[in-house]
């Protein structure tokens, strides 16, 4: 394991992830990653590789979707909470590294990368991991794909007022230049060792790896960013309101970077 996944690893086992997707707006991504992905999902019982699981907020609904889930993550305590949470309800799971999957091609009719390329940040292992996603998906397959955004340190920095610390520029100014962000002092809410990437970069690794793209949207829009909304998030009326909003300039270029994270649909095809 490279200094970098170990970081990464260390930042995972000592960080609740869990509680990140389930609190307050931090639902609004995975709200949102639920209704683009079923867009494409096949129908149950598929089966589906969730790469870079985490602890299963997504193999939780998928498996109350109907959906055969095999979890595979790089850090060990993910795995065991996963499996301690979902292994009755058929969830299967495995330590393993997204740039070199345990299975024979043609495994999975879904194969889903949606935390993996957030910390791979030579572009050469972020196409390795989705060349095996696309190895291990089936022909046709469908291959979700999430990113942070370029832009995700300037407006957390800004909403968060890290912004006004000198050495917080600098990591921001760094995340411009190249997309790669670190976190060298280990300064809480900084993040971990991580790349963020530009839309069009984005699509680009997607087509290198001979993944046809369907669709590359932004997840969380504006609102992720406007902390004063999370109130109207408890109320479903108001609820509705915000995804409408969201999605009415998910697509949009215009605004695509707005988004702390987005989320590409591919397919394996034979183009």
């Given at each position: ?16 992830e869990?509680d ?85 091609d ?12 957030y ?12 060349e095996?996603?696309?190895r ?136």
């Amino acid at each position: 394991m490279g200094r970098d996944i170990a970081d990464v690893v260390a930042h995972y086992e000592s960080s609740l992830e869990e509680d990140r997707l389930s609190v307050g707006l931090g639902a609004l991504e995975l709200v949102r990653t639920q209704e683009i992905l079923r867009r494409h999902l096949p129908a149950p019982p598929a089966q589906v590789l969730d790469v870079g699981g985490g602890t299963g907020a997504h193999a939780d609904w998928l498996l109350a979707d109907g959906y055969g889930v095999h979890l595979l993550d790089v850090a060990p305590r993910h795995v065991e909470q996963a499996l301690n949470a979902l292994g009755s309800r058929g969830l299967t799971a495995d330590v393993g590294d997204a740039r070199q999957l345990p299975f024979p091609d043609d495994s999975f009719n879904v194969v889903l990368v949606l935390g993996p390329l957030y910390h791979l940040q030579e572009e050469a292992d972020r196409i390795q991991a989705l060349e095996e996603a696309r190895r291990v998906a089936r022909p046709d397959g469908v291959v979700g794909v999430a990113a942070i955004n370029r832009f995700a340190s300037l407006f957390d920095g800004l909403v968060r007022e890290f912004i006004f610390e000198p050495e917080f520029r600098e990591v921001v100014e760094r995340d411009f230049t190249d997309g790669r962000h670190s976190n060298p002092q280990n300064r809480p809410h900084w993040f971990t060792t991580a790349f963020f990437h530009r839309p069009e970069q984005l699509e680009a690794e997607i087509r290198s790896a001979s993944l046809s793209l369907v669709e590359l949207v932004g997840v969380e829009g504006l609102v992720g960013w406007l902390p004063h909304l999370e109130h109207r998030w408890t109320n479903e009326a108001d609820r509705d309101v915000i995804l409408s909003a969201t999605r009415l300039v998910e697509a949009d270029p215009a605004v695509i970077g707005l988004s702390a994270h987005l989320l590409a649909v591919a397919r394996k095809t034979d183009d």
